[in-house]
Every structure is written in structure tokens, then in C-alpha cells.
């Protein structure tokens, strides 16, 4: 079983920061491919910045130059650091974990139950 567990969110302001952080625990091989999605109500679910197991990153282009996300695998861990905050950005952000269970198992993936990101003055 691997569980994921989402922190940081909260309320920022417009164009403020905020760093959220994903801990992937359980018994799993190894990680693969992680990333952060965000999903308004009613919406489809969408990628905002994904990170391979060797740090390639990628980025949704809303939030090209503004996210960061980074990876500590000693950890087990991302982070989205999250600048030049704006209120389209409010939203709940999910944390999703592609591992395997065993060195010759299939890939597999996990989703953590989100945070809440909030921007207001």
C-alpha cells in the first residue's frame, strides 16, 4: 500500500508564495514519474508541473516561470514552490506518485486527497 500525503496549502495573497509539499509513504520498489495536478469542482483534472525520477521537469504553460517543483528522493518527497500567486491559481492540488511495487512489477500510481490553495487580499 503507498499512501500520499499533500501539505502547504492555505491562503496567500495575490502575487505572494507558497511552497506545497507531497510525502510518498508505503511499501513500494521505487518512484517514478511524480507530479501536481490541480482540479476545480466540476472540472477535469490537469497537470500543473510533473518532475521525472532523474529531475526533468515540466510545466502547464499558465505556470511557466511562476512553479517550481523540485524532488527529494532520499526523502521520498516534491515540493511546488509557487510564486507571483494569482487568483486563478486557487484551487485544491493534488500529488501523484507513479512507483512500483517491485523491480519487475508494472508501473503503477497513487493520488494523495489534496490541499487547498486560496488566494485573497
Known amino acids: 500500500q503507498v499512501h500520499i500525503v499533500e501539505s502547504g496549502g492555505g491562503l496567500v495573497e495575490p502575487g505572494g508564495s507558497l511552497t506545497l509539499s507531497c510525502k510518498v509513504s508505503?511499501?513500494?520498489?521505487?518512484?517514478?514519474?511524480m507530479g501536481w495536478y490541480r482540479q476545480d469542482v466540476g472540472k477535469q483534472r490537469e497537470l500543473v508541473a510533473g518532475?521525472?525520477?532523474?529531475?526533468?521537469?515540466r510545466y502547464a504553460d499558465s505556470v511557466k516561470g511562476r512553479f517550481t517543483i523540485s524532488r527529494d528522493n532520499a526523502k521520498n518527497m516534491i515540493f511546488l514552490e509557487m510564486n507571483s500567486v494569482k487568483p486563478e491559481d486557487a484551487t485544491t492540488y493534488l500529488c501523484?506518485?507513479?512507483?512500483?511495487?517491485?523491480?519487475?512489477?508494472?508501473?503503477?500510481?497513487?493520488w494523495g486527497q489534496g490541499t487547498q490553495v486560496t488566494v485573497a487580499s
Open positions: 518532475i521525472t525520477k532523474t529531475g526533468v521537469e
Open positions: 508505503g511499501a513500494f520498489y521505487t518512484l517514478l514519474h
Open positions: 501523484k506518485a507513479n512507483f512500483q511495487y517491485n523491480s519487475q512489477s508494472t508501473e503503477r500510481m497513487a
